[in-house]
């Protein structure tokens, strides 16, 4: 049973991982400065700056003792949250990336949600793009100008669990998060190169937390994209989505949801050999692609692996990668998702 607090004394925890984004810190510091929920507290973690990073924070503290500063060695986003996470003393936790904001009624109407509703454990919000220069600003997704990122998934098991599996429906700025939420499924997994926030949710979704999606004016979270943004590098991306559909397998629910994530780590291995193609490397992308004989699936995708590599002197790097890239989902798989 939950202890409710009331909307307006509940404490907000805002963690904020920062490496060398000095320059773009202080817009997200300003947006908690907005917010209309008073009751905040903002650890900004450090994560080992050579900028000006820690004298833009020290600014912040010295104006609003609500703003708090900890520093550490360069270990990654996830430890820098896990840092935050164990100093911060409020009964929910938002996520702000350092070069992103939220609107300014998003922790109060977050918070109001979850004091009214004592069975959501997350609720969020969606999310609008934006670049550098504020000339691009949207509600969708960055590989579509018309494709909804967000697919407004609601509830708990297999519903969010499926959702969750197909792509990462939250940015890590979306959520609001209860305390008793975050000490179930634990810390970010430090050992992840990328997509540690998508393994996190998860995790949440396999303990049985309930996901509900709000849409309401002023709430969004804002999300730069920028040269140096780590969406940037598909590579990485990859890599990392390998590396988190294996841990993935290993808190996946039921059979169901494992044929899931098994489903999408051969995808992803696939998908490395073909941007391997694409820079130059096929037997390096065909030694990492998926293993021959395990699966229908796996010795589809093999097969495609081995077809790219015969048609490569034939009709180019490039395009048999964007052929590669063009993997559909299995019977199996859809019917899991449809229920």
């Not at 911060?88 to 998003?106: H, N």
């Not at 949207?138 to 509830?155: A, F, L």
Request: hydrophobic fraction near 40%; charge should be positive.
């Amino acid at each position: 049973m939950r202890t409710v607090t009331s909307t307006s004394s509940a404490l907000v925890t805002v963690i904020v991982p920062c490496f060398n984004y000095g320059h773009f810190l202080p817009e997200a510091l300003e947006s908690l400065s907005r917010q209309s929920h008073p009751r905040w507290e903002c650890i900004v973690v450090d994560d080992g700056s050579t900028d000006d990073t820690q004298a833009v924070v020290q600014s912040y503290v010295r104006r609003d003792p609500r703003y708090h500063y900890m520093h550490q060695h360069h270990r990654g986003l996830s430890a820098a949250r896990n840092l935050g996470i164990r100093a911060g003393r409020g009964e929910y936790f938002q996520f702000l990336d350092a070069d992103d904001l939220i609107e300014p009624r998003k922790l109060e109407r977050h918070v109001r949600h979850l004091a009214e509703h004592e069975e959501v454990g997350i609720v969020y919000s969606p999310v609008r793009y934006f670049t550098t220069t504020g000339s691009r600003e949207r509600r969708y997704s960055m590989r579509e100008p018309d494709e909804p990122w967000m697919p407004q998934t609601s509830g708990r098991g297999r519903p969010v669990i499926s959702a969750i599996a197909r792509d990462n429906f939250m940015a890590v700025n979306c959520p609001l998060v209860r305390r008793d939420v975050t000490a179930l499924a634990g810390g970010f997994d430090e050992t992840l190169p990328a997509l540690e926030d998508w393994e996190y949710w998860i995790r949440c979704a396999a303990q049985g937390t309930w996901f509900q999606y709000l849409d309401e004016p002023d709430t969004y979270a804002l999300v730069r994209h920028h040269a140096a943004s780590m969406s940037n590098d598909s590579m990485r991306m990859t890599r990392g989505l390998i590396a988190l559909c294996r841990q993935a397998l290993r808190s996946a629910p039921d059979a169901g949801a494992r044929a899931l994530f098994a489903w999408r780590l051969a995808s992803a291995r696939h998908n490395l050999y073909a941007l391997q193609l694409r820079k130059g490397m096929p037997v390096r992308g065909l030694l990492n692609g998926p293993a021959l004989g395990l699966s229908e699936t796996r010795y589809r995708l093999s097969l495609r692996c081995l077809l790219g590599l015969a048609l490569l002197p034939l009709i180019g790097r490039r395009r048999v990668a964007d052929l590669l890239l063009e993997v559909s989902w299995s019977r199996s798989i859809r019917s899991y998702i449809s229920g």
